[in-house]
Structures are given as C-alpha cells and as structure tokens.
C-alpha cells in the first residue's frame, strides 16, 4: 500500500471550493488503488477547524466523519517539530509535512504549492494531484495486466 501525505491546505480547498483544481483534487477522494492518505495531526485540527465553521453543523459532522474514512492522521511529535525548525524550508507547516513525511517513510507528499517545498533537503517525492492520478491510473493497469496474466496460467 503506497502511503501519501497530503498538504492539508489541498483538503481545505475542497472543502472551501476555493480552487480551480477542484475536479482534480475531489478525484483523489475516490481513488480506488491501494492509497493511504495521511495529513498531520496539525493538518487534520485546522480541517475541523475549518469544517465546524459551516453554517450548519450536522453537514459540518458528516464532513468530518466522511474525510476520518478517507484519511488518516499522522502524529507530529517533538523530534518532528525540532527537524522541522531546522529545516531549509521556509513554510513552517511545510517542513513539518516534509520532516512528518520522511519519519513515517511515506512514498510522496501531494500538494498544490510546490513552490513550499523548493528548499527541501532531500529529493523526497512531490506530486501534484494530476500526478498521483497519473501514478495511480498507471498503477492500475499494471496490476491489471499482472492479474490478466495470472489467470492465463491457472490451472
């Protein structure tokens, strides 16, 4: 299973329907490829945050109980915040991403601001919505043609 951080920020744009990239980003709701989605737990309380701000609070709750399906929350710890505050990263809540991303070996960050994570140390993977469906499409095949071909030699 291919675990993904995702920039919390990317979330709220969905759920503010701020963005163009709406379409796009609503799509990575409804992946169906073995994908676990993670925010940080500082990530996750300003999506409530947010969400409890609706005018009504029954849809804000059911908001909140659909995206706990979907995602699921990395804890930020101390040693995570240190790394981040030493990190080239000029965004703070960037670099917690990242240094959140690295600790928990997660293969990519998704995020619409590639601009945040330019100074990242590493060349840790940063993916745009469209590339993780690209990722995800292609990876899909694959495992397509690998179960097409299994059936093939069954006896």
Known sequence: MIGIL??????LEVLMNRNQLLEDISGLFDQKQPLK??????????????????????????????????????????????QARLSPIQ????AVEYTCAMYQEFYAIVTHRFQDFKTAPNKFVIWSVSDLQT???????????VFSKAENYSC
Do not use: H, P
């Open 135 to 145: 990722r995800t499409s292609l990876e899909a095949q694959f495992q397509a043609a």
């Open 37 to 82: 989605m993670y925010v940080t737990d500082f990530g996750w309380q300003k999506i409530c945050a947010y969400a409890s701000r609706f005018q009504n609070s029954q849809i804000a709750q059911v908001v909140i109980d659909w995206l706990k399906e979907k995602i699921n929350v990395c804890a930020v710890d101390k040693n995570v915040l240190q």
């Open 6 to 11: 995702v920039d919390a920020d990317l979330i």
């Open 91 to 94: 965004d703070f809540e960037s």
